[in-house]
């Protein structure tokens, strides 16, 4: 291919960002117009969620988010009473962040709904389809850890199904 027949809608890689955004934005229904979150406090919400407690550091190992969307959202949440910061137990110099009852109340309030989104769009697929699609998109990663100059994906702490992908949004 040459720059004169390059078609930027033909390019994986814009593609993909096109699909990503525009699940992302619909996504963000769910969790945007009910509960007020913005897609980086959505994602820091399921993370520490999913974990007792966690970091600033882990968190933003976790989100694919830059450090200061991360601290943002963990400021905002933490003034909405949704997480709270403790010191750590095993190193007082830590901060450690957890989901308030409130938190873990709008948690499980969009995770159904969340949930709901996903199967909707996974319906488009048969159940061979959507492990094929989960192959080939573990590939993709493959390929992109393998660059030396690559972005690693977030760590999923322990989660190797990646069957359901309602943190990813």
């Known amino acids: 291919m040459t720059s004169d027949n390059f078609n930027l809608s033909e390019f994986l890689p814009y593609k993909l960002s096109v699909l990503s955004s525009r699940t992302t934005k619909m996504l963000s229904k769910v969790y945007g117009e009910k509960y007020g979150l913005s897609t980086p406090e959505w994602r820091v919400l399921v993370h520490v969620a999913r974990r007792e407690k966690m970091s ?7 989100v694919y988010l830059e450090k200061p969307a991360v601290s943002r959202a963990v400021a905002k949440l933490e003034k909405a009473g949704l997480l709270r910061k403790t010191t750590c137990d095993k190193d007082h110099r830590l901060v450690e962040i957890e989901l308030t009852e409130g938190g873990l109340y709008v948690f499980n309030g969009i995770v159904p709904e969340a949930l709901s989104f996903e199967a909707a769009i996974l319906s488009a697929f048969s159940p061979e389809e959507r492990d ?31 069957k359901s992908s309602t943190e990813a949004h």
């Open 56 to 62: 600033v550091r882990e968190i933003h190992d976790s």
């Open 132 to 162: 094929q699609l989960h192959d080939l998109m573990e590939r993709l990663h493959d390929v992109l850890d393998r660059l030396p100059d690559a972005t690693r994906r977030p760590q999923m702490d322990n989660d190797t199904s990646g």
